[in-house]
């Protein structure tokens, strides 16, 4: 059993994206399960010292050691690569080290960096604190603003990053744009996609080179394991990612690559119900006499509008509203929901509301969280698999109490 044997991951790219959820990637053993089997396992054994020397050579396509590939792992790549129509990818043990290597590892003393300031809280901090103590210089700016990104390119800058819709304000960043100009500056587009997902967004086919995902969000989608994936050409997985990851060893467990395998199935499913609801609830708490701001990217009155046509197939599960009476309004709406719970997460399959100033953004100075829209009183949602009914009564009375 091996990659290349893998007939169904060839056949599986001409179909639609559903189907490739479901199939892509599967590899069987002898015992021709249905389900995919878990692969715990550490090494693997060779029928002859002779077979050992070519897998270390590579001249036999099979696996080595679970920290460089695993059968689980790549399936999951695999069903990843084709779902995202990219030429290859690698997977890492959490969102965080697919961000951190794919903006790392191409890098080094004396490069540049450009990053939007709207971005997840820890991203902010690998591009703010951590490259610059490495002699890498970033320079943040206000990503909607092409013109500060014109600005900020320099002869030595290699990386534009970007998430899109940001978290948690949910800002709309044109990547087709921001591609073109980092392609003109001889710089490279890496874009989160964590919040846009695979099923509504494809940043490599509007431009981008490189694509990251914490899978840990709606790949699982069920709260239960934490993982990570780059996705780019082959060129770049095997010039710049592929060494990195083997020598330092942030790899995925093939029990969570498993885990988001099966994840990957109902994907699309979970996907289209949370984005469904979402925009339910938009809706029904848009004009809601206790909120004083309302974001939401399906909506035609996103400052974004325009663009969420053009890159997006869909809104999002997420919705980012601003309610009366700044910290305390919020805490009282969030301690007042029976539903929804009070987390830091999301793409769940339970309906999550996080007060980002005072959790994934409390790092951040008051003036910077203010720069980025992130008031005292704002209130990120992300939408679960409950029925919207119940989920927009339970803001509806918990709104009472603000
Ligand atoms: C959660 C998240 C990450 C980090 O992922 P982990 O799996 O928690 O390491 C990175 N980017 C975005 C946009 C996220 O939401």
Known sequence: MSESKSSESKSAARYRPETRLVHS???????????????LTQGFVYATAEECEARFKGEDPGFLYSRFSNPDISMFERRMIELEGAGAARATATGMAAVTTAILAPLKAGDHVVASKAMFGSCRYVVEDLLPRYGIQSTLVDGLDLDQWKKA??????????????????????????AEIAHQGGARLIVDNVFATPIWQSPLSLGADVVVYSAT???????????????????????????FLRQTGPSMSPFNAWVLLKGLETLAVRVRAQTETAAKIADALASHPKITRLIYPGRADHPQAATVKKQMRSGSTLIGFEVKGGKAGAFRCLNGLKISRISNNL????????HPATTTHQRLTPEARAELGISEGFIRFSAGLEHADDLIEDFVQALETV
């Open 25 to 39: 990637g599967t590899l069987r053993s002898q015992f021709g399960e249905t389900s995919e089997a878990i692969f």
């Open 153 to 178: 390119i320099r002869p030595n800058t290699k990386t534009c990053f970007l998430e899109s819709p940001t978290n948690p304000t949910l800002d709309v960043l044109d990547i087709g744009a921001i």
């Open 347 to 354: 793409g769940d399959a339970k309906s999550l509301v996080t």
């Open 217 to 243: 969000k709606h790949i699982d989608g069920q709260g239960r394991c934490l993982g990570g994936i780059i996705l780019s050409s082959e060129a770049f997985i095997t010039e710049h990612i592929h060494n």
